[in-house]
């Protein structure tokens, strides 16, 4: 395993603690119950906005913490949804008296950790509303499984409500809203090479020289199919066939275009990646108004990538493009 | 009787030590390989911290294992394995004696309480399909009139056998599921822990 | 090769070519010189400053053009410096009365391009400086090498001369705060994987599963040392005290400090090493004033990172917080 | 006349072709693997763009090959074969017929540009220690009257040797130099390209 890492149980504590002595003035740490949150909160007139899921898919979503986006992360162990104390523990240190906006990938073990979590905090009085991500396409809807996962098209549900909570939306418009940027949100992803959770210490699959993974989950689950590499046009016209005619999106609508990286590949690659999407996007006769390009959403140091688009109106248009102050920046 | 409870606990606890790589790995074939890592983290908090939880009676202990599990670690196995020992516990109640029926009773009381916390029944190739199977067995070898340790071993070996029997199915629960007929052929993690462990406390009691 | 890729002769074009698609309002891509330069100029009172290096450093440096930054970005392929001409070219096309800062990493080729692209654009009457960077502490200067490397630090001094250049400073101004922003920059990389030239195909270095690098360059040019894999506290300490005894920067400064990328390491291990590192610095009675942590400067698809310290003053503190707008943005 | 310099510069053109691969192995020992591509890619522009080159004379022909060189290539490699070409054809002026004693000049003249471009000398582990005993066997072979095949093979020879030769040296331009020690027994790159094509022309002189 080569990765920076000192006891891989201390893994996420050790970067929690980076993300708190890098943002001293915004953010606290508070290790007991693995959490970050924004150090200004809870604010009485603004709802306050949690998600939690496993770590590995930084900056999901404890750098995603700040004014404008989330008031708290509570991430689990590497790829592990986090324990329903803490989910009820972060709940009760950002309860506002506007109630708390629960935001949750969807996925079994996430779901659990956050209902029981809810139940335990609601038994306290505290409001709490949930929206459940699911843009992932890849894995189709049934009858037996949870549904579709969460994956990248989290940003949007975050930055949408984030923006709008500061705007001092109330939690069942957050609700709404939530909902509704879900309802317009679609991905799919696809990897060339497996990752390796730290306290694992093997990689959770791995991929032929030759071979990429069609539809891929963030922590490494298997997707639509095993294929044969091939060139990255022929791989962008696939995600975006499989994204574009899942609502579907039409001729003439405007949209945001998200290309994220899965954490190995470099961002040249992102960069190429995306100036085929947008001319085959446009092709389409759709209109793109936002696009972002970068790591999202990742799994660990997988090399491989996903692809967004998310339907915009003028007011998700405006939340999007909202100043939000989060441990991500540039400079 | 409290000092029963404790032992279990601690032999529970030890075997999913001894284990933790083993049960990440099963977890791994077609799961997010963090099932061994999930649970070892619970119990180590349980045991770490065992001296901070209630033990006035064997209820309380297992409502604080519950808690100690709950507060570890996340997701399906966290709220899963939580809600077990919080179902046991609960089910106990104030009771210092632990009878056979004491036992099935905990079980199955534990079983209803993962069914629901799970969204789950038999048949969707999770721990409850090596669970049950044991239990009924543990039940019917109390009923036969077998002594403590027959009855454990009894249920072990239907565990055990139940487990390998969970290759053929589809996944439909946890991360496993998004595979699909790929987690067909693959035995499912949980389930194989509900067999080690089994077959530690079988083993154990005989000594 | 397991990469996003077409044509590997085309991996720099389409890549620039997505930045340009990303950036319709602000930024031009030239195809016939491969460069990228902000939209809007020359701008008449403003010195135009550029830098060139290589491909597969990205963000560095074709991603770093924009207002507050860079005016132009004229990239080689891959780990090549620019051609002569294309250095020439760039320099015309932004070149204002007030004249054009070369900013140069310190390599052989790139040297030598620069140098050859200015001796060119100088006959034609364009005024041009040049401040070259090598705040690469691994290799030690020597009689008969070129002298250090310039490697990631070089986002300092793009974005303290970017920041005076707005403000109205002169050439010589610019040069000379170049060359102090060089002065009080040091920094320090190593590896865990090799990476692979899109055209190449193959790895340009592999090492062993429990072996790094120490001192690696950003080409995988071979660094101090290869030793065993150990934890990431042990690594930090080791660039640190290569990087803090070199100056030496001593107790009391005020340092901006940089952990940064080298393209295939996880945004979470590089918060694991920041937070440790920002510990150690403080440690020796520093103060950490600015930090930076994800990727400025990278090598391809490279495991790996480098720490960077920059001693500070008021003035260097307030230009590197000024605002920028270039093409790496999360939202 | 500029016929000949044609079909040399398309024979170099084409044997850069044929070896680029082999030529970033090479730099890819202790270098960053990088010069044959570079190199290639200039002559392709030099090939694709020749009828855009002015041929009313020799030297302008050479020095067209420059610029196009200079236009596609960066660094060293860019710089270097450019300023070569540039300094050739400069040399060689409004001549319309090359004789052996041109040929020499253009050489020296060329060496010289390289040495100033590249601040380098012989010893340095570079292209010249393979390409100045190459040019000082060819003086030599036709001063003792050797015939253009004969002086070429000798030269060919000398330059393989030189080639050779820089192996134990230590590399001390380029980025191979940042290997420091660890250059020593490899072979440079850009010399290993004087002996290729010096075998190639003098080959193919023969046909
Ligand atoms: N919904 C569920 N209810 C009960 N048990 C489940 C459920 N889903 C999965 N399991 C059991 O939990 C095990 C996986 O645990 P773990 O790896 O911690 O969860 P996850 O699938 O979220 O990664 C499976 O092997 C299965 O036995
Ligand atoms: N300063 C220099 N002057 C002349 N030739 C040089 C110099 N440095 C390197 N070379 C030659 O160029 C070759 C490397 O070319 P190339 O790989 O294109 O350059 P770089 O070292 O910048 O990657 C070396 O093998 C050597 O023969
Ligand atoms: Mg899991
Ligand atoms: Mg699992
Ligand atoms: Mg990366
Ligand atoms: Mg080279």
Redesign the pocket.
């Known amino acids: 395993m080569k990765k920076f890492v000192n006891d891989p149980k201390n893994f996420v504590p050790e970067m929690l603690k980076g993300i708190a002595l890098a943002n001293p003035k915004t953010l606290k740490y508070i290790p007991e119950y693995n959490l970050i949150m924004r150090a200004d909160i809870p604010i009485s007139n603004k709802v306050s906005i949690m998600q939690g899921s496993g770590s590995g898919h930084e900056p999901a979503h404890v750098m995603a913490v700040g004014r404008g986006m989330l008031d708290a992360a509570c991430p689990g162990n590497v790829f592990a ?1 986090p324990p329903a104390d803490f989910v009820y523990q972060t709940t009760k240190l950002v309860a506002s008296p506007k109630g708390v906006l629960h935001l949750l990938n969807n ?3 996430d779901t659990m950790s956050f209902n029981m979590g809810r139940e335990m905090a609601e038994a306290e009085g505290i409001e709490v509303r949930t929206v459940t991500i699911n843009d992932d396409v890849a894995v189709k809807d049934s009858t037996w499984t949870i549904g579709r996962r969460g994956v990248a098209g989290n940003f949007f549900v975050m930055k949408a409500t984030g923006a709008a909570a500061e705007r001092g939306a109330s939690l069942e418009e957050l609700e709404a809203l939530g909902n509704r940027v879900v309802a317009v949100t679609r991905t799919m992803g696809m990897a060339l090479t497996g990752c390796t959770p730290p306290a694992k210490g093997t990689p959770i699959f791995t991929l032929a020289e030759d071979e990429m993974e069609m539809g891929i989950g963030i922590h490494g689950e298997p997707g639509r199919k095993r294929v044969k590499m091939a060139p990255a046009n022929e791989i962008v016209d696939e995600l975006l066939e499989a994204v574009a005619s899942d609502i579907p999106y039409k001729a003439g609508d405007e949209v945001a275009l998200m290309i994220n990286g899965m954490g190995g590949t470099p961002i040249s690659e992102l960069y190429l990646l995306y100036g085929y999407a947008h001319e085959q996007v446009e092709k389409r006769g759709m209109k793109i108004k936002r696009n972002y390009i970068g790591e999202y959403c990742t799994s660990l140091e997988m090399a491989g990538f996903s692809l967004t688009l998310v339907k915009l109106d003028p007011e998700l248009e405006d939340l999007l493009a909202a100043p939000a102050e989060i441990a991500i920046r540039v400079f | 009787m409290s000092k029963d409870v404790e032992y279990v606990v601690r032999l529970i606890a030890n075997t999913v030590f001894e284990n933790e790589q083993y049960f990440s790995e099963l ?1 791994g074939v077609v ?2 390989g ?2 061994g890592y ?1 649970i070892a983290r619970g119990f180590e908090k349980v045991i770490n911290e065992w001296d901070t939880i209630d033990h006035s009676l064997p209820g309380n202990t297992l409502k604080g294992v519950s808690m100690k599990i709950v507060g570890a670690v996340g ?3 966290g709220t ?1 394995w939580g809600t077990a020992f919080l179902r046991a516990g609960i089910t106990l109640g104030t009771k210092t004696e632990i009878t056979q029926q004491d036992v099935i009773a905990m079980f199955r009381s534990a079983i209803e309480g ?1 069914k629901k916390r ?3 029944d038999l048949g969707d190739k ?3 399909d090596a669970l049950v199977p044991a239990v009924d067995q543990l039940e019917k070898s109390f009923n036969d009139g077998k002594d403590a340790s027959t009855a454990l071993d009894e249920a072990a070996v239907v565990c055990r056998q139940a487990a390998e029997a969970t290759r053929p199915m589809l996944a439909k ?4 599921a998004y595979t699909g007929e790929r987690s067909i052929g693959t035995l ?4 194989v822990a509900m067999a080690v462990l089994f077959e530690a406390v079988s083993k154990a009691w005989k000594e």
Chains 1, 3 share one sequence.
């Open positions: 949804a996925y079994t073990g | 977890d799961g997010d963090d099932f999930s997701g399906v196995s899963v993962i799970g969204n789950t999770t721990l409850l629960r946890g991360r496993a499912d993690a949980g389930a």
